[in-house]
C-alpha cells in the first residue's frame, strides 16, 4: 500500500513541488512528502481547507461544516495540498498561522481608509523595493495586514478578500459636498475618479463581493455601472471609450457574481 501512495505522490505532487523548489529545499524526499501529506489529510480543519480553496481559486467541495471540524481528504486533496505547501517552503502550520493573521489583524482605521481612497484618485507606480505596483495596492495590502514580498500575491489578496468580508461597507470616502461619490463605497468613488483599473482589480483579481446595497444610493455596484452606462448614452455626443470601459467592468462584474440590489 505505501508503495503505492508514493507513486501516487511521485505523479500527483511532489514531483511537481520537487522540481519548483529543488534549489531551495533539495532534502525533501517522497517519503517525507508522503508523511507530511498523511498529516495533512486527517488534521486539515474545514476552515483551513477553505482558506487553501480561496487562495488558489479552486472549488470548495465540503459545504456548510463548523469551521473547526477536521476534515478527511481524499488522497488526491492532500497531496495537492502539500504540494502547495512544498512549492511555498512551507510546513503544515502555514494556513493556520495565516488564519491567524487574519483574525488579529485589526478593523481599517480612518486614516488607512483617507489614504486608500487618496491612492486610489491620485494613483501611480509605487516605486518603493518591496512594490507590488500602484501605491494603492499597498494601502490595501496594508489594512489587511497583508506584507508585500513576505506574503505571495495570492496569499496577500485572499487577505484582502477576508478584510473586505468585514469591512466593505464600511470603506467609503468622504469627497466634500456635492460629489455623486460621497459616502459611496470605494469602487463607486474610483470609478467617479476614471481609476476604472482599481475597481476591476477589486471585482478580477481580489474577487470581492460587491453584493450589498450603499444606504445612500440604495445601489449595487452592478446598478451603479449600468446607470454610469446609460448615463453616458444619452449624452451628445455619447462618450465611446468611457462607455466601453463600463461595459467591461460591468460584464466582469456579472461573470465574478455580482447581482442588482433587486435580485438580492
Known amino acids: ?25 533539495p532534502l525533501i524526499t517522497p517519503e517525507q512528502f508522503l508523511e507530511m501529506a498523511s498529516i495533512i489529510k486527517n488534521e486539515t480543519t474545514y476552515e483551513e481547507w477553505s482558506l487553501f480553496c480561496g487562495i488558489t481559486q479552486q472549488p470548495n467541495d465540503y459545504y456548510f461544516l463548523e469551521e473547526t471540524k477536521v476534515l478527511s481528504l481524499s488522497w488526491d486533496e492532500a497531496l495537492h495540498l502539500t504540494a502547495w505547501l512544498v512549492d511555498k517552503q512551507q510546513d503544515q502550520g502555514y494556513l493556520a498561522q495565516i488564519l491567524q493573521e487574519i483574525d488579529e489583524c485589526p478593523a481599517p ?18 516605486e518603493a523595493p518591496d512594490s507590488i505596483g500602484y501605491t494603492y495596492h499597498r494601502s490595501l495590502w496594508n489594512m489587511a495586514c497583508a506584507v508585500p514580498k513576505v506574503d505571495s500575491t495570492e496569499v496577500g489578496r485572499e487577505k484582502v478578500r477576508k478584510m473586505w468580508v468585514k469591512h466593505k461597507e464600511n470603506i ?11 459616502d459611496l463605497n470605494i469602487a463607486k468613488f474610483a470609478i467617479d475618479s476614471t481609476n476604472h483599473r482599481f475597481a476591476s482589480e477589486l471585482v478580477i483579481a481580489y ?29 451628445t455626443p455619447p462618450a465611446e471609450d468611457l462607455i466601453r470601459d463600463y461595459e467591461n467592468l460591468y460584464r466582469a462584474i456579472v461573470r465574478n457574481g455580482g447581482k442588482h440590489a433587486k435580485d438580492l
Open 109 to 126: 482605521t480612518a486614516d488607512q481608509i483617507a489614504n486608500l481612497c487618496r491612492t486610489v484618485r491620485f494613483y501611480e507606480k509605487d
Open 172 to 182: 467609503r470616502c468622504e469627497v466634500g459636498s456635492g460629489s455623486r461619490s460621497e
Open 207 to 235: 474577487k470581492c463581493d460587491f453584493n450589498f446595497i450603499d444606504k445612500k444610493d440604495r445601489m449595487t455596484l452592478l446598478d451603479f455601472v449600468q446607470k454610469r452606462i446609460e448615463r453616458e448614452k444619452e449624452l
Open 1 to 25: 500500500m505505501k508503495s503505492i501512495l508514493l507513486l501516487f505522490a511521485l505523479s500527483l505532487g511532489w514531483s511537481s513541488a520537487y522540481s519548483h523548489s529543488k534549489e531551495s529545499n
